[in-house]
Structures are given as structure tokens and as C-alpha cells.
């Protein structure tokens, strides 16, 4: 079902002009990684603030404050161009198991975000001037900056399609 859709999508007719635009994909990857530079350059700052491992003098409704707008448009660009690269190339990301363990970095980066801001969260007032934050901050703090490198280099690693585990090849996708 999941591989129908993308051969669907590999032969729309916007699909092969992205694929085979001389500077499209490009242009879109330069935008995802820059966009990505960005989005996580401000994870980092939030994650080890909510570690205490920096920033810790700083208010995390400042943090909040300054860098989040900026860290909302980096995520617009980045979502957009990742779906649009992905789209240029459907068959190309199907059968990448980078790809797919990006995905899934990516989804539980989620859900911890989720998590932190509907439990968490909530808490900020009482604790956001102490140095050290409470137990289950810190804990999302590292679990996030655990996921985001490992988007971060699964992303990277989407490249190198050939360098997979044998059992994603016996799997044979198709």
C-alpha cells in the first residue's frame, strides 16, 4: 500500500519535473539543510538549557520567547522542502532505510515534544529561573538531544542507500 504510493506519486507529471529540473533538488536539499542548521541549532540551545548544561541563568520563557518563532520558520521550510524532495523522488526514499529511521527519529521527537508541553510544561512558571531543572526536564532535554542526532546523521546517511543492514535487504520492500 505505503510502496503504491509512492510509485504513484514517482510518476505524476510535477514529480518528474522536480526530478529532472537541473537546479530543483538542489536548490531544495540546500533549503532542507540550511533550514535544518537552524531548527537544530535552537533544539540544542532549548534541550541542554532543559539539561542544565547551558543557559542555565536564562529564563526558559525567554528562551521560548526569542528563538521559537524562529525555530516555527525553520520548521515550516524544512518540513516543505523534505516533503517536496521526497516527492521529486518517491522510489529513490522508499527503499532508503535512513530514510525510514529518520521517520521514526523524527516521530518520537514528536512525541517527547508533545510530551514535555503537555506535561511538563505546564510547570515552567514554577521552576524556569532555577539553574537546575526538575527530573522529567532534564529527561526530555537528553531524550531530545539523543533523537535530534539521531535525525541528524540518519538524514545525512540517507545518501548513502547502500550502506544497510542485511535484514532491510531481505526484507525486499517490494
Known amino acids: 500500500m505505503i510502496r503504491s504510493l509512492f ?33 537544530a541549532g535552537i533544539i540544542i540551545f532549548w534541550d541542554m538549557r532543559l539539561a542544565g548544561m547551558a543557559l542555565t541563568r536564562v529564563p526558559v520563557s525567554k528562551i521560548q520567547a526569542t528563538m521559537f518563532p524562529w525555530m516555527t520558520l525553520g520548521l515550516l521550510i524544512n518540513a516543505a522542502t523534505g516533503a517536496a524532495m521526497v516527492f521529486s523522488q518517491p522510489m529513490r526514499y522508499y527503499p532508503n532505510f535512513y530514510f525510514w529511521m529518520k521517520n521514526f527519529f523524527l516521530l518520537l521527537a514528536l512525541v517527547n515534544m508533545l510530551y514535555f508541553h503537555a506535561r511538563i510544561g505546564k510547570t515552567v512558571a514554577d521552576w524556569e529561573h532555577n539553574p537546575v531543572t526538575p527530573f522529567p526536564a532534564r529527561m526530555a532535554g537528553y531524550a531530545s538531544l ?13 545518501a548513502y542507500s547502500g550502506l544497510v543492514p542485511d535484514w532491510w535487504i531481505a526484507l525486499e520492500l517490494g
Not at 146 to 158: E, N
Open 7 to 39: 510509485e504513484w506519486v514517482d510518476v505524476m507529471p510535477m514529480s518528474t519535473v522536480w526530478r529532472e529540473s537541473l537546479n530543483g533538488y538542489p536548490l531544495l536539499l540546500t533549503a532542507h539543510v540550511t533550514s535544518m542548521g537552524l531548527v
Open 146 to 158: 539523543a533523537l535530534w542526532a539521531g535525525i541528524i546523521v540518519t538524514g545525512r546517511m540517507i
